[in-house]
């Protein structure tokens, strides 16, 4: 039998890794806010995968509960994700992260936008797991492509989001929509994002490759809704980095203030 696989967090996205984990064959063990991880691990200290599966709020509490003997198998899922976000936990090795481009709903089934991307000594077994379900993914050569990646998908996430603060109004809620009718609106939330991004790396990037690679998951689910939930709460995150950076995003702060602040 194989050795287990730790799964922290029981939402949505976990349970299609779940899923695809157990038709591998792997034993798996959710891990909720109930659960001692510290007793799990003395039964179990030698995973296959630590699979952390949280929301970005909660990612960074988790991280420092996780029991020292499950470290060096640590993976990573999460949006907004970045790798200054691990990077503190000194870890043995640099852990499996996947920038995830299916999405999973309550009471629907997943969804691909485009294949996923896996870099670290985990991502063989993702790639495999997820196969299990056709969901695709690929293995990525090094981590200056993985922080790459984890940009282009941030990119996407909050441009969509907080252009959708604006659009939605005007009756405009998928992404095909928003690029056709408001590209100029939303290459300006674009390069106020990746402002922020390059704040938050340390590094600079192509920036036409990175819209290109938000016009490639477009094109992927034209009918993908441009604005979320947390788009508010997204948008009010990239203010208070923009703060911390000493960022002028003039064009994110013109949208926080007309639909976000305006409403609290």
């Not at 920036?207 to 094109?219: F, H, S, V, Y």
């Amino acid at each position: 039998m194989q050795n287990p696989v730790i799964v922290i967090g029981i939402g949505e996205m976990a349970s299609v890794f779940s899923r695809a984990l157990l038709r591998l064959g792997y034993p798996v063990y959710p891990v909720n806010r109930k659960t001692g991880m510290q007793a799990l691990a003395e039964k179990i200290p030698d995973p296959s995968l630590v699979l952390v599966g949280v929301g970005e709020n909660d990612l960074h509490p988790v991280l420092n509960k996780i029991p020292t003997c499950w470290l060096p198998r640590l993976g990573l899922l999460q949006n907004e994700l970045l790798p200054k976000d691990w990077q503190a936990l000194d870890l043995p090795e640099p852990p499996t992260v996947i920038s995830v481009w299916f999405e999973k709903k309550k009471g629907m089934d997943y969804k691909v936008l485009v294949p996923s991307p896996v870099y670290g000594p985990r991502a063989p077994l993702l790639i495999d797991a997820l196969a299990t379900l056709d969901i695709p993914a690929w293995e990525l050569a090094s981590e200056n492509e993985l922080e790459f990646e984890l940009v282009r998908k941030n990119v996407y996430i909050l441009t969509t989001n907080i252009t959708g603060l604006v659009i939605n109004r005007f009756g405009v809620e998928t992404v095909k929509e928003m690029w056709q009718d408001y590209q100029d609106l939303v290459r300006e939330v674009a390069n106020d994002v990746i402002d922020i991004q390059e704040w938050l790396t340390g590094h600079q990037f192509d920036r036409e490759k990175l819209i290109d690679g938000m016009l490639e998951a477009i094109n992927g689910d034209p009918r993908h809704k441009c604005m979320g939930r947390s788009a508010p709460a997204r948008l009010s995150r990239a203010i208070q980095q923009a703060d911390e950076a000493g960022l002028t995003v003039a064009r994110l702060r013109d949208i926080y203030q007309k639909e976000v602040e305006s409403e609290i």
